[in-house]
């Protein structure tokens, strides 16, 4: 007997099936793999703490702590977990209105969120978010991310810049003046090394690349030119020798305020971290898929994901999920099984206990470079030509979700897109369903539900009082206005019989049952009798769970034309 719910079914880490077969040349490729990662890792997870707005330390935990957890229960062989450019945005304005405490909150409330998916096997469902929406607030978020940086790549010194992107940018105008210049040449020449190492060789992380050479450049000016005007990180920051202990995060409760007040104002905030995450990573999955050969197991990995963000929080840690760059990187290097990512949160951890002192030294205007030719690369310019050549309906909910995205917040952004994108949908299945109606006659050749006798190809002759209509698509409340139109006219011409052909429909919903039930009644009122033809197997079953079968009479369903047009005549000849 098959059980509704098996745990093993979605909660089935891939890291304990492949190390049944795990070997020694295994271990060596992963460690490589993972070592690797780890360091291209290390700048990504300082610059993504940094313009969230916590800080260095924050990035890195987040990279160790999720980055382990993600790897050892994930459903992918190759993901690599940790803070990613797409929570920038929603993280820097969740800890403008409730503060850093707000933040970790919302965190676990989103790791719950998306452990439930996971067990309610919504894995496959997030992928079916529409890619115009994910085009639209993945531009947005990277116009956003260029925005965030302005201030450290100029090195201006602006204290708490306003979180919206138009006030933002009349604050960097108003402080124009502000310029660092020695900062601003430190910003550029990153950019232009982490370019130019990515042509020399892509396995050389040009991050990385650009932040060792600025920092000895920065520390060289400091120490032997005087110049002590370009910002470090430890100028800012101050970095721990290891991660802290956990603790529950600090309430930092207004007056009149509850916990559940918190919740709830929380709750938009953390829906918005869990679509985030569910789609990053199972779509950072997905391409890993191709890549390797494999198929990851979706509801595992969101139970992962939720895992993740449950637990980093008491260590201070932020939102994560799969990230697409560094997977690559894992995949590349010869990273495939999940050893490789426990191997890069090592290396992180390394990172964070042994060399907290020299991470301080790294210039904040190099970071910001960083972080620009990270949101060139999120822009996606070729998936917004591409859907500039779309339906313009796929266009127009792009930009809205971009202008969404970039102007007010991500949370609004992806609510307003997936409704757009909803509203297209159902318009178009509108569209692509159709009410034919035949008054005379029906010709065989064109149908699929008429039985044919031998090469007898003549048109089936529609009986007196009799007509036919017939619906092409799903009979869903998408259709129900047309619909509602045609059993207005019932009983108009003195009809005795309506067949309705449902060859075509390969679902009906409630709206559809409603609205077939209403049209029994409205024939019934006019002295007619309603007949259904064609109607398969699943529609049948659910008509028949509905009572409508009994209602309508077995004897008025028949599976194809030719038997509905012959009850057809009996009704009329017994009707005379």
């Given amino acids: ?55 260095p330390t924050e990035g890195l935990i987040t990279a160790i702590i999720a980055g382990f957890i993600i790897s050892a229960f994930g459903g992918s062989k190759v993901q690599i977990g940790g803070p ?26 989103a790791g719950i969120l998306l452990i439930l998916m996971g067990l309610f096997k919504l894995g496959n469902v997030i992928k079916f978010v529409p890619y115009p929406v994910i085009v639209g607030f993945t531009a947005g978020i990277a116009v956003t991310i260029f925005s965030t940086q302005m201030n450290d790549l100029f090195g201006m010194g602006i204290q708490n810049a306003p979180a919206d992107f138009i006030h933002k940018w009349v604050c960097y ?24 190492a990515t042509k020399i060789s892509k396995k050389i992380p040009g991050s990385l690349v650009a932040i060792v050479l600025m920092t000895l450049i920065v520390w ?6 005087g110049i002590t005007s370009i910002t470090t990180i430890g100028d800012l920051y101050t970095l721990p020798s290891g991660i802290p202990a956990p603790h529950l995060p600090a309430l930092n409760l207004t007056e009149g305020q509850t916990l559940l007040n918190l919740v709830q104002d929380l709750f938009p905030s953390a829906f918005t971290i869990a679509m985030l995450g569910a789609i990053e990573s199972l779509l950072s999955a997905m391409v890993a898929d191709g890549v390797i050969g494999d198929k990851h197991n979706s509801n595992t990995e969101l139970i992962a994901q939720g895992l993740a963000n449950v637990v980093t929080p008491f260590f201070g840690g932020i939102p994560a999920t799969g990230a697409i760059a560094r997977t690559m990187a894992n995949i590349n290097n010869g990273g495939r099984t999940p050893v490789a990512g426990i191997v890069h949160a090592g290396v992180l951890l390394l990172v964070l206990i042994c060399f907290g002192p020299l991470v301080g030294m790294i210039p904040m205007a190099c970071l910001a470079g960083v972080l620009l030719v990270v949101s060139y690369n999120m822009l996606g310019l070729r998936s917004i030509v591409g859907l500039a050549k779309a339906p313009k309906s796929d266009f127009i909910v792009m930009i809205v979700t971009f202008i969404l995205t970039v102007i007010f917040d991500l949370t609004i952004a992806i ?19 159709v009410i034919r109606s035949f008054s005379d006659e ?56 309506r067949i309705l052909r449902m060859r075509k429909v390969s679902f009906i919903d409630s709206t559809g049952i409603h609205n077939l039930e209403q049209l029994y009644f409205r024939s019934q009122r006019c002295g007619m009798t309603l007949v259904l033809s064609g109607v398969n197997e699943r529609v049948f079953a659910t008509l028949e769970k509905a009572g409508l079968v009994a209602l309508i009479g077995r004897e008025n369903v028949r599976n194809h034309i030719n038997g509905a047009l012959s009850r057809a005549e009996e009704i009329v000849k017994a009707d005379k």
């Fill in 84 to 109: 990613t450019g797409a929570f920038i945005v929603i993280i820097y304005g969740i800890i403008q209105q409730h503060g850093l405490a707000g933040l970790l909150i919302a965190t676990i409330m």
């Fill in 220 to 225: 060289l000016l400091r120490k032997f030119g």
């Fill in 442 to 497: 029906i010709d065989p050749t064109h149908q699929n539900d008429v039985r044919l006798h031998g090469n007898d190809l003549e048109k089936l002759h529609i009986p007196p009082y009799t007509e036919v209509y017939e619906i092409d698509g799903p009979y869903f409340f998408g259709i129900a206005n047309k619909f509602d139109e045609i059993s207005q006219r019932i009983g108009t011409d003195g009809q005795k019989v």
């Fill in 1 to 55: 007997m098959k059980t509704f719910f098996s745990f093993k079914d979605v909660f089935s880490p891939k890291l304990f099936s492949t190390i049944r077969s795990y070997n020694k040349e295994k271990l060596l490729q992963d460690s490589i793999a993972g070592m690797i990662v780890g360091i291209v890792a290390i700048p990504l997870a300082i610059a993504f703490g940094i313009s969230s707005g916590v800080g």
């Fill in 415 to 433: 609510e307003v897109g997936l409704l757009l994108a909803v509203i297209l949908f159902l318009k178009r299945t509108n569209e692509a369903t």
């Fill in 173 to 196: 105008v108003e402080h124009w003046r502000d310029i660092n210049w020695w900062a601003f040449a430190v910003g550029i020449a990153s950019l232009f090394i982490i370019i130019g």
